[in-house]
């Protein structure tokens, strides 16, 4: 769900940057800019369903949201972990704000100040991998894995192993061995892991190396397109990518479907963009605030 | 215009606390809560005409638009002055928000962290007093002054001296002394200075004397009615008044409209407020996002 799609100055129609990533319910919030809390309501979102909030820079537009879900969440009766991961900076942030405001949190709120390589794990199981980005202030990007699914159980080979749909199946999907007709039959000679689906979400960032690296192999990759190719200058100075070099990022990567973020007040529809990167990577779209990507293996 | 009305947690009608006063075009925001500056855009409102904040207490609800708001006043080419009056703390928060995000501004911010008693003269001439109220924390009222306006002329003394329609009466209007049959007249002889509208705002108060004996003498009231009477004890606990308090103060200081404001998430429509409030002072509103109050001398 796409909270606010704009660069870093909002419009009556894009709201300052901020994702949902749902999954069963938890919600994993990708930047959290001014306005973030009013949207999460707006959409039908509850704030206390956040386990993380991930921020990829620490530029005013990207976290000024985030002492005032910090605040709301304890005036909502939240009392459950809260994690936060992002850049340097940030806990130092959090806490001035805080302590500005009077405030001390009455539930327990983890930051951590990531580096490129690094791996959480959430509560709900969610994996996160942080990766560097390029842009004008230490940034990072992160991909999002699904948890594992049940593995799926191959048919066929249980039938030639005489295994029938019952209790042994479900043992064997569950990881463990079992003994069949005399014969120990391992889970890998009949269930199938599942693949997981990958988000991989840019922040900021000019289409760098190591974008482009760390992109590679996620099934979604949603990225920052805040000009049109004819404004790459202007883009790369700023240290953003154009519709363009997200395609192009989509297109080298095998990514199977790209959305455009982080757009320019000056464009007022999405078809400049869109024809800018469909040449490249058809399977493009423009992220509009309130729009939700479903998402099926 | 009410930007936002709503108590510590927004809800989809009502945006976290913030009035634009505008005066011939100039505006000065009365608290910044989250989302300020698109409730601005949103109500036409460019934030360049913003000449002063005032920020009537540190609390999260009341100041987290500020930093967002001044780095966007910097996006969209502000050069002139920008004046920021609240109470202690405001310049460090401001301060450390800007570092924490790698900003330094790009237009003059004068910051002030004032007392009760103070007052300023803003550029566009219009008068901010500062006054005392009672909130949990250190907290700040404001009244507003318009601008003088041009005397007006009393046509039956102009008459009685026999000064005639045009430039002798100009001059009187302009405070100059004129002779007129050889005589010397003075301006208070035929012109009579003109009322100056005064709004005051108490943020989030409890309905103490300090705010009484400050509101003495306003013509338009906005103050905090955060609950109905009903919800006394928890109003006061947490330093807030009640709409039937919002009234009483009303009807004690000779105001001659009361808007109440900063309403509780739990309060759907205006009705239970209003007739709280209105058997005690009938010229009762309550504030609405984007509702906008003419007031004309």
């Given at each position: 769900?796409?909270?606010?799609?704009s660069?870093?100055?909002?419009?009556?129609?894009?709201?300052?940057?901020?994702?949902?990533?749902?999954?069963?319910?938890?919600?994993?919030l990708?930047?959290?800019?001014?306005g973030?809390?009013r949207a999460?309501?707006?959409y039908?979102?509850?704030?206390?369903?956040?386990?993380?909030?991930?921020?990829?820079h620490?530029?005013?537009?990207?976290?000024?949201?985030?002492?005032g879900?910090?605040?709301?969440?304890?005036?909502?009766?939240r009392?459950?972990?809260?994690t936060?991961?992002?850049?340097?900076?940030?806990?130092k942030?959090?806490?001035?704000?805080?302590?500005?405001?009077?405030?001390?949190p009455?539930?327990?709120?983890?930051?951590?100040?990531?580096?490129?390589?690094?791996?959480?794990?959430?509560?709900?199981?969610?994996?996160?991998e942080?990766?560097?980005?390029?842009?004008?202030?230490?940034?990072?990007?992160?991909?999002l894995?699904?948890?594992?699914?049940?593995?799926?159980?191959?048919?066929?080979?249980?039938?030639?192993?005489?295994?029938?749909?019952?209790?042994?199946?479900?043992?064997?999907?569950?990881?463990?061995?079992?003994?069949?007709?005399?014969r120990?039959?391992?889970?890998?000679?009949v269930?199938?892991p599942?693949?997981?689906?990958?988000?991989?979400?840019?922040?900021?960032?000019?289409?760098?190396?190591?974008?482009?690296?760390a992109?590679?192999?996620?099934?979604v990759l949603?990225?920052?397109?805040?000009?049109?190719?004819?404004?790459?200058?202007?883009?790369?100075?700023e240290?953003?990518?154009?519709a363009r070099?997200?395609?192009?990022?989509?297109?080298?990567?095998?990514?199977?479907?790209?959305?455009?973020?982080?757009?320019?007040?000056?464009?007022?529809?999405?078809?400049p963009?869109?024809?800018?990167?469909?040449?490249?990577?058809?399977?493009?779209?423009?992220?509009?605030?309130?729009?939700?990507?479903?998402?099926?293996?």
């Amino acid at each position: 769900m796409f909270l606010g799609t704009s660069a870093a100055v909002p419009t009556r129609e894009r709201g300052l940057p901020s994702i949902a990533y749902v999954y069963r319910g938890t919600v994993v919030l990708l930047d959290a800019g001014e306005g973030t809390q009013r949207a999460l309501q707006m959409y039908g979102l509850s704030p206390l369903r956040v386990e993380a909030v991930l921020v990829t820079h620490m530029h005013g537009d990207h976290v000024f949201g985030l002492p005032g879900l910090l605040q709301s969440m304890a005036m909502l009766g939240r009392k459950h972990l809260l994690t936060i991961i992002g850049p340097k900076g940030l806990h130092k942030f959090v806490t001035e704000a805080a302590k500005a405001t009077y405030w001390l949190p009455s539930y327990p709120v983890a930051v951590y100040e990531a580096s490129p390589g690094d791996k959480y794990r959430l509560p709900s199981g969610i994996e996160v991998e942080v990766f560097k980005t390029c842009h004008r202030i230490p940034s990072l990007g992160f991909k999002l894995v699904e948890p594992p699914r049940k593995p799926r159980v191959d048919l066929e080979a249980a039938k030639r192993l005489g295994i029938r749909p019952g209790p042994l199946l479900g043992k064997l999907q569950a990881g463990e061995a079992v003994v069949v007709r005399g014969r120990v039959v391992k889970p890998e000679e009949v269930v199938r892991p599942q693949p997981r689906l990958v988000v991989a979400y840019t922040g900021d960032t000019s289409p760098c190396s190591e974008v482009i690296e760390a992109v590679r192999g996620s099934d979604v990759l949603v990225m920052d397109a805040t000009f049109t190719s004819d404004m790459a200058e202007e883009a790369y100075e700023e240290g953003h990518a154009t519709a363009r070099d997200a395609a192009l990022v989509a297109a080298k990567t095998g990514v199977k479907l790209l959305v455009l973020i982080h757009i320019s007040a000056r464009y007022e529809d999405d078809e400049p963009l869109l024809s800018d990167a469909k040449r490249f990577f058809w399977n493009t779209h423009v992220a509009r605030d309130g729009a939700k990507l479903v998402l099926r293996p």
